[in-house]
């Protein structure tokens, strides 16, 4: 009899574990689910004070969906708050890791904005530049991360275009991302 219960609760055990390891399955890795962590983002670009144009819609880049996921994970950098300015001359691709043909003098040199956290999942990182030479086109802006570690500093985040301004010595070029996850 006792053997009996014995063999009755190994039994018990091992039909417990059988049905425990079946039912663990693997999730399959989707793309364009609708549900699930969205990334919505708008930037607007200001000259001189005056908006250039209606703030729109940015792309979100293959390193920005990495920072995202490091940053979900506490694995890698988080600080998305560098902002380049260009004059693009080029299609945005979510492949790309820079902006073409970035400014890197007169004044526009890409540099941290300003965190400003706006409620659960809201934020914005502004940044204002002021032209330091004349006749400057700039039509294309992006937002990198500034952390070093696991190879991604200076990621690019997002990019988008915008209408091309011309700044003179002295204007300014307010640049703001809002952005929020739902």
């Known amino acids: 009899m006792k053997t009996n219960k014995i063999i009755f609760a190994v039994s018990l055990v091992a039909l417990a574990f059988l049905a425990f390891?079946?039912?663990?399955?693997?999730?399959?890795?989707?793309?364009?689910?609708?549900?699930?962590?969205?990334?919505h983002s708008v930037v607007c670009v200001y000259k001189n004070g005056v908006l250039v144009e209606p703030c729109h819609s940015n792309l979100l880049?293959?390193?920005?969906?990495?920072?995202?996921?490091?940053?979900?994970?506490?694995?890698?950098?988080?600080?998305?708050?560098?902002?380049?300015?260009s004059n693009q001359t080029s299609a945005q691709a979510a492949t790309d890791t820079a902006l073409a043909t970035e400014w890197t003098s007169c004044g526009l040199t890409n540099s941290s904005g300003t965190f400003v956290y706006r409620g659960v999942g809201q934020w914005?990182?502004?940044?204002?530049?002021?032209?330091?030479?004349?006749?400057?086109t700039v039509n294309g802006t992006a937002l990198y991360n500034n952390s070093l570690g696991n190879g991604l500093?200076?990621?690019?985040?997002?990019?988008?275009?915008?209408?091309?301004?011309?700044?003179?010595?002295?204007d300014q070029l307010n640049i703001t991302w809002g952005i929020y996850v739902s």
Do not use: H, R
Not at 124 to 136: L, M, Q
Not at 153 to 170: R, V
């Open 21 to 39: 390891s079946l039912s663990t399955t693997t999730v399959p890795m989707q793309t364009g689910a609708s549900s699930g962590i969205a990334y």
């Open 153 to 170: 500093a200076n990621k690019m985040f997002a990019e988008t275009t915008f209408t091309s301004t011309t700044l003179n010595t002295n």
């Open 61 to 85: 880049t293959n390193g920005g969906k990495d920072l995202v996921m490091f940053g979900l994970n506490s694995s890698g950098p988080q600080n998305v708050v560098l902002i380049g300015v």
């Open 124 to 136: 914005n990182v502004t940044k204002t530049f002021t032209s330091t030479c004349d006749s400057v």
